[in-house]
């Protein structure tokens, strides 16, 4: 054989090693029907009142904290005024913005943070909008308090 093919030879044995140490202790079981050992908390797809805002809540908001009293499709202003200021937000351009000929909405995210609540993501439904528009509640008390 020449030196090229024992060249290719070697970078395909490497490759296929690489590839095949990429799977987790967590990833097999998973394949194998056992549980992981952290749950993941449950996702629930809403819709906002007027159903026109399609979301999501992440978790489940204890019954008296700040989040069991939002809904999907608030404004930041509402949000800012039932719940007050985040202690820290976010912001950051989506994939869509990048989109040839997309003049669609959700171009934008903001995610405001809530210290021992967790955090909220706001977007822009409507295309050249600032992104203020409730799209995901994610209830994470104690990763927020690490922010």
Avoid at 30 to 55: E, F, M, Q, W, Y
Avoid at 95 to 112: S, V
């Amino acid at each position: 054989m020449s030196r090229n093919t024992w060249m290719v030879a070697a970078i395909n044995v490497i490759f296929l090693f690489g590839c095949a140490s990429q799977h987790t202790t967590e990833t097999i079981k998973l394949k194998h029907g056992h549980t992981p050992s952290a749950a993941k908390p449950a996702v629930r797809p809403v819709i906002s009142a007027d159903g026109l805002i399609k979301g999501e809540i992440v978790g489940t908001p204890a019954p008296d904290s700040k989040f069991s009293r939002l809904q999907i499709g608030m404004t930041l202003k509402q949000v800012v005024l039932l719940i007050g200021q985040p202690n820290r937000s976010d912001s950051r351009i989506t994939g869509k913005q990048y989109q040839p000929f997309y003049f669609g909405g959700d171009t934008q995210r903001t995610e405001a943070y809530y210290n021992g609540e967790g955090h909220l993501t706001f977007s822009n439904i409507q295309p050249d909008n600032s992104p203020d528009t409730l799209i995901r509640i994610t209830v994470s008390p104690d990763m927020a308090r690490k922010h």
